[in-house]
């Protein structure tokens, strides 16, 4: 497959995916929010796109060279940026403190292993207790509501799909465990942006 097709390919894929999601996430407003059945949906045709990896290779979306850095592609995003998904790679390894997100989220595996720790609603409750751990990687995944809190934790190389209902650069706020000062403090995101959109990128 050329370069102009694979990314037609993905182009129609992305599309057909967030189509989908876009209505589930519409049912749920329409019910006061969507809750864990709706984001089981998100995360089950998310998995599906994830088959596709053909489409979503290193090639074309290259991992960061520098040892724990990570870049977020950004493929689809809806014009109120209420709405966002995006290819996370992270070349050689990092981790994250127990955080919130302050809008649902979903982690699907493509390549490589990210451990999820899963703290379930706690922010401002003292320390975070972990309750589950799930290992993203191929065929799985991870799904929370908006006061959800998880860390992540990844050795190597990992590629997964982050999605969100709300755009990455607008979930201002967020709130992180810091362990040696024993607190919540404000989440600064240093994560890279990368814009991947075939619309802005042809």
Same mark, same amino acid.
């Given at each position: ?8 390919? *993905?182009?129609? $894929? #992305?599309?057909?995916? /967030? ?8 049912? !749920?407003?329409?019910? =006061? ?68 997100? *302050?809008?649902? $989220? #979903?982690?699907?595996? /493509? ?8 703290? !379930?609603?706690?922010? =401002? ?78």
């Amino acid at each position: 497959m050329s370069d102009h097709d694979r990314a037609a390919s *993905r182009a129609t $894929a #992305v599309a057909d995916a /967030m189509g989908d999601i876009a209505m589930i996430d519409a049912e !749920g407003r329409e019910n =006061g929010g969507i809750d864990r059945a709706g984001l089981e949906r998100i995360k089950q045709r998310l998995l599906r796109l994830a088959e596709r990896e053909d489409l979503f290779s290193d090639d074309d979306f290259p991992p960061p060279e520098a040892p724990g850095a990570s870049v977020s592609y950004r493929i689809a995003q809806n014009a109120d940026d209420e709405l966002a998904l995006y290819v996370q790679c992270v070349g050689n390894g990092t981790s994250a403190p127990p955080h919130e997100h *302050r809008t649902w $989220a #979903v982690i699907v595996g /493509m390549r490589g292993r990210e451990l999820n720790r899963l703290y !379930g609603p706690c922010v =401002g409750a003292g320390e975070p207790q972990v309750q589950s751990e799930v290992m993203v990687e191929r065929g799985t995944g991870v799904a929370m509501l908006h006061d959800d809190v998880h860390s992540i934790h990844i050795e190597g190389a990992a590629t997964n799909f982050h999605c969100y209902g709300l755009a990455m650069e607008r979930l201002d706020g967020r709130l992180f465990w810091h362990d040696r000062s024993g607190q919540w403090l404000v989440f600064e995101d240093d994560s890279q942006i990368v814009e991947a959109r075939p619309d802005r990128t042809l």
